[in-house]
């Protein structure tokens, strides 16, 4: 398999998410005394320490939590009822890609799958349990102008803030805006080499908004793709930003303000899994591929299942 960052993919946390290609797995240890790390939305965890929202980081305290199956309680929300998935496709290669197909596809069938139903696993300080429930509202398009082909984590932030100001976006606290990239378009924080995507936060227009990037790994497919040269929808660059976005995606629904579930290392639950797919089956190109959803063939990552003893599953 090749290289891969580490997404919390946070990179598909996102990992904002999903740690460099060659050390994905190097989160600073943590010892009985020490305090635990907090998560950044990208896929690995730090120190705890008062930070802004909307830089990848949580606000406040982060204390021992309420144990959990191998991942604890932290005390802030959750996205409770159903989550609503916008996308804004930014960049100006989507001309023609199939990219636009298969992942509206990808959201407009992730609600009430076994998939998504992991999530239901956690809950929040009242013991009410995150829903099985996403619907996709709407997409735009954003080619590159003032904000160039190298973006930085603000002006990832400034792109969902333009959307909303310029009415092409509803203001919605229920939502998740991805912000998804064409190749020619990276990301100046570590695109390719620390993550493959994020998930955090950001106050704009007066409401907290959760937001992700996932950059497109026909890019960096050895960093950021499970499969090159085929895969399940014939589009490596979408079939990657697929596993990518449903990592995102229910991160940022079980700890959309990086201060409600992870583990003592400052993984989330998506990133406790990265990169591992389980079970598979071959799609007729020859391609691996371990679930359908709306007719489409996908191979997504697995994500932590809370219950039990805890594990990496794909459905429950």
């Known amino acids: 398999m090749p290289n891969r960052v580490l997404t919390s993919f946070c990179v598909m946390c996102v990992t904002v998410v999903f740690a460099t290609v060659a050390s994905a797995g190097s989160i600073h240890p943590v010892d009985d005394d020490e305090d635990d790390l907090v998560p950044t939305g990208k896929g690995y965890g730090e120190r705890k320490e008062i930070n802004t929202p909307g830089k990848g980081h949580d606000k406040g305290e982060a204390g021992k939590g309420k144990p959990g199956t191998n991942i604890s309680y932290h ?81 990832i932030q400034s792109i969902v803030s333009d959307a909303i100001a310029s009415n092409q976006l509803p203001k919605d606290t229920s939502g998740v805006y991805f912000v998804l990239t064409s190749a020619d378009v990276t990301a100046s924080s570590g695109f390719c080499t620390q993550y493959c995507g994020w998930h955090t936060y950001g106050t704009i227009g007066g409401s907290s908004i959760k937001y992700s990037f996932v950059g497109n790994p026909d890019r960096c497919p050895s960093a950021c793709a499970e499969q090159i040269g085929k895969s399940p929808n014939g589009n490596v660059g979408a079939d990657g930003m697929a596993s990518i976005i449903a990592h995102e995606l229910e991160e940022a629904v079980t700890d959309p303000l990086l201060n409600a579930w992870y583990d003592r290392s400052g993984m989330e639950n998506a990133d406790k899994c990265a990169w591992t797919f389980g079970t598979t089956h071959v799609a007729g190109n020859g391609s691996l591929y371990n679930m359908t959803l709306g007719g489409s063939n996908y191979l ?17």
């Open 300 to 316: 997504i990552q697995r994500n932590w299942l809370n219950v039990g003893n805890g594990s990496c599953a794909l459905a429950y």
């Open 75 to 155: 005390g802030g929300p959750v996205m409770l009822g159903t989550t609503n998935v916008y996308y804004i496709w930014y960049g100006n290669n989507w001309g023609g890609n199939t990219a636009k197909s298969i992942l509206e596809n990808l959201a407009s069938h992730m609600g009430g799958s076994p998939y998504f139903n992991i999530n239901t696993t956690y809950y929040n300080g009242a013991n009410v349990h995150v829903s099985n429930s996403v619907a996709f509202k709407k997409s735009i398009d954003v080619p590159v102008g003032p904000y160039g082909t190298s973006l930085s984590d603000g002006e």
